[in-house]
C-alpha cells in the first residue's frame, strides 16, 4: 500500500514542519508491544541515528515522550541544585521561558540579554562568565521568535577558556537537523530539541542528548533530583536497555512516534549530515536573497551571519502589517507564522524551511509557492518594492 | 481514501491496545499549527469529550504529551508538598512505583498492601485513615500486574467518613474507558491516565482530570510546585484556553495524538458511556468463563467482584510455563503479556480486552480468535482441564 496524507494546506511555520508521506505512515503503524523485539530493534536504532545527527559518538541520547518544554526541564531538574548560578543567553522569547524553568527549581538565573535581531558578543560572554561562577550557561540556538542564529561551538571556546567547569546545554529546538551541530568535537554538554522541527516528526517528543560530563554531574549531584518523569536517573536504564536490545520498562514509550522518528532519521542518516546542512543553507540563502531582493524586505536577525538557515524572520515594510498578508497566503494555501516577540509582535512575519521543506526542493517546490504566493499578497496588499 | 492499517500480529496485552484505522489515519493527520483555528477545536472537542467519559461537569482536563507516569507525577508534584502524609493503596506492582514517586517530593507514604490477588478492605481503609491524617489517598482502579479492580467509589465513602479532608486520587491507566467510573457522583478528586488502553489512542498522551478541590489545592499550596513541565499551572490557562477556542502555548502539543484522541472520543461517546462499560463486562464475563469452565484455569483475582473487565490474568497450570505457551501464540499472530509482579512473575500471562476488542465483537472477533488459539496451545502443550 501506498500511502500519501490527505490534501492540505502547506505548512511552512518555524515548527511544526511539513512530514513526509513515509514519516506519517509510520505514525499509523499497528499496535505493538512496547517490551517486543521489534519495538525494541525500531528504539534502539532510533537512538543510535540520533547520535549520529548530533555527531557525537559518547552522547547519551534520551528520547521521551513530550516536547521541548520537556528538555528545559530535564536540564534545569537535572544538572543544578538550588542555589546554583544559570547563565542563559538571550537572544528572544525562549531564553525568558528557559530563565523561568530554572527558577522553579531555586537556581538563581542570570540572563544575558540581547537588543532584538542580536545575540550577546564574545566579549559580553566572556566577562559574564568571569563575573561569577556558573553551573550552567544555555544558548538557544536558533530562537524561533526572531531567527537569530547563536553560536554555540564560539560560546563552547569562551567557557573553555574562561569557565571550564561550566555546563555547556544547547537548546536545539529550532537548530538540530537544520542547523550544524557537532556536539563532540564543540564540547557541548547537554542538547536538547523537539521531534517536530528539524527531525520531521509530528510533535510528542522530547530528545535530549547528554555527554559523560553532564552525566557524571547527574549521578554526583548533592541533592535528589527534584523531579520523577524528568528524572535522567528514571530514563538512563531504559535508554541503554532499548539500545542493547533489553527492553526495561519505566513509562510506556510513544511507540508509534519513535516509529516515525525511526523512518525519518534513516532518510537524514541515509546521506552525510554535512549535505543536509549546506541544502538548508542553500535554500534558506535563496529565500532570504528573495526576500530582500526581490521584496525589498528587512530581516529580524541583524545580519546575515547570525541569520537562522530553517527559518527567516521578516519585518512588514511600512504601512502593511499582518491582517493584509497572512490571511491572504491562507486563502493560497500557504500557513505562515506571525510575530511573536513581545517587544515587536505585530511587525513582524516568520516562514519555516526546515526538513523536506528545504531538502526535497527538486519534487515539492514549497519555497517556490510561497515566493510565488508572496509576490502576490504583497502586490495585493498594494506594496511594492521601493528598492527595485 | 480509505485507510487499512497494515497485517500485524493480534495484541490482546493489558495495553496498548488493538486501535481503530479511524484512530490510526487521524495519527498520521498532515501537519497543522498547533495555535490554527481547526487543531484548536480538535483540541477543545477532546477536552469536553473527556470529561463525558469520567461522566463529570466540573472537573478539569488537562491532557498533554507523555505517559501514565507523568499523571503520577503530576498528582504527585501539584497536590503533595513537603512532609505531607500519603497513604497509597496496593494492589500490585503500580502501587509501589506511585509510592516512589510521591517520594521523589519528600511526601511520607503509607503503603495500604493487600496479598496478591486482593485490594485492601474497607475496614482495613477506615482503620488506616483514622490512624493519621493524609493529604491524599490514591487507588490503583486497575492493577495491570494482577488484574485486580479496585472499588473507587467506596473508598471515596469511607474517605467522606473518616477523613473527609483528604483528596482521593485514581490512578486510572488500566480502567478509564473499560471500567465504571463516575467521577463526580463518587466524589474522585483526580483521575488520571493514559492514551493507549481504554481510551484506544496510540501511547504518547497523559490524561488528567482535577476536581474542583483538587485545583483549589493546586491554589493554594503553601510551597512552590517544585516541577516546571508537571505543574498544573502551566497548563490551566492552555486547557482552558483551547476549550474556550483561544490557543495559548506553553508547549507544542502533540497534534497528531491530539486528532487520534478526538477520533477515538467522538467513536466512545457517540453512544452512552454505560454502553460501554457493559460491553467490556460482557467481553471480560464470556473470556473469565472460557479461563474457568473450559481451560480449568486460576485467575490472579482472588474473587470475581474484583476482576478487572478489560484484562484477565490467569495462573498457569502445574507444569505449564510462559515458554510452552506465549511463543505457540506468537506463532498463531497472538500476542499476550507474561508476568509483572514480582512475587508471581513466572506463574501467569495477562490477555488485555479493552476497546474495539471488547466492544467490536460482532466485526472483529478478536476474543473468539484467543480462545481459539488457547485452547490449541494448551493442548499442544499437553494440557487437559482435570475438572472437564
Redesign the interface.
Known amino acids: 500500500?501506498t500511502?500519501?496524507?490527505?490534501d492540505?494546506?502547506l505548512?511552512v511555520?518555524p515548527?511544526?514542519?511539513?512530514?513526509s508521506d513515509d514519516v506519517?505512515?509510520a505514525?499509523?503503524?499497528?499496535?505493538?508491544?512496547?517490551m517486543?523485539k521489534s519495538f525494541t530493534e525500531t528504539f534502539g536504532a532510533a537512538i543510535k541515528m540520533f547520535r549520529q545527527v548530533l555527531v557525537t559518538e559518547r552522547g547519551q541520547p534520551i528520547i521521551t515522550?513530550?516536547?521541548?518544554?520537556?528538555g528545559?526541564?530535564m536540564i534545569?531538574?537535572n544538572l543544578t541544585e538550588p542555589g546554583d548560578e544559570v547563565l542563559v543567553l538571550h537572544s528572544g522569547y525562549f531564553g525568558q521561558s528557559f530563565a523561568?524553568?530554572f527558577e522553579?527549581?531555586g537556581v538563581k538565573v542570570t540572563q544575558l540579554k540581547a537588543p532584538v535581531g542580536q545575540c550577546p558578543s564574545r566579549e559580553q560572554l566572556a566577562e559574564a562568565l568571569k563575573s561569577k561562577k556558573y553551573k550552567i550557561i544555555t544558548v538557544t540556538h536558533v530562537d524561533t521568535s526572531t531567527g537569530v542564529l547563536s553560536n554555540p561551538q564560539i560560546v563552547a571556546e569562551v567557557v573553555r577558556e574562561v569557565s571550564p567547569d561550566t555546563l555547556v546545554a544547547l537548546d536545539g529546538v529550532c537548530s538540530v537537523g537544520s542547523e550544524e551541530i557537532r556536539m563532540d568535537e564543540w564540547g557541548l554538554d547537554v542538547v536538547m530539541c523537539?521531534s517536530?522541527k528539524g527531525l520531521g516528526v509530528?510533535?510528542?517528543?522530547?530528545l535530549v542528548c547528554a555527554s559523560e560530563r553532564a552525566i557524571k554531574a547527574v549521578e554526583t549531584r548533592k541533592t535528589?533530583?527534584?523531579?520523577?518523569?524528568?528524572?535522567w536517573l528514571n530514563w538512563l536504564p531504559i535508554m541503554r536497555g532499548y539500545e542493547q536490545g533489553k527492553p526495561l520498562y519505566?513509562?510506556?514509550?510513544?511507540?508509534?512516534?519513535i516509529c516515525a522518528l525511526n523512518v525519518s532519521l534513516k532518510a537524514i542518516t541515509s546521506k552525510p549530515i554535512e549535505e543536509r546542512w549546506t541544502k538548508h543553507k542553500q535554500a534558506s540563502t535563496d529565500f532570504k536573497q528573495f526576500i530582500t531582493n526581490e521584496l525589498g524586505l528587512k530581516q529580524v536577525p541583524q545580519d546575515p551571519s547570525i541569520a537562522a538557515n530553517g527559518m527567516t524572520a521578516i519585518y512588514f515594510p511600512d504601512g502593511i502589517s499582518a491582517p493584509d498578508i497572512i490571511p491572504r497566503l491562507v486563502e493560497r494555501g500557504i500557513?505562515v507564522?506571525g510575530g511573536l516577540h513581545k517587544d515587536i509582535k505585530d511587525k513582524y512575519f516568520r516562514v519555516g524551511h526546515m526538513g523536506i521543506t528545504a531538502t526535497d526542493t527538486e519534487t515539492r517546490h514549497d519555497l517556490e509557492k510561497v515566493k510565488e504566493a508572496l509576490r502576490n499578497v504583497f502586490k495585493d496588499a498594494g506594496y511594492t518594492n521601493p528598492t527595485a
Chains 1, 2 share one sequence.
Open positions: 500500500m500511502f500519501h496524507q490527505v492540505h494546506p505548512l511555520i515548527g511544526s514542519i511539513e512530514v506519517l505512515f505514525n499509523a503503524s499497528p499496535s505493538q508491544s512496547h517486543s515522550a513530550g516536547s521541548g518544554t520537556l528545559w526541564d534545569a531538574c523561568d524553568c522553579t527549581y523537539a517536530q509530528p510533535p510528542g517528543l522530547c535528589k533530583i527534584n523531579s520523577y518523569f524528568a528524572s519505566f513509562a510506556t514509550p510513544p511507540v508509534q512516534l500557513i507564522a
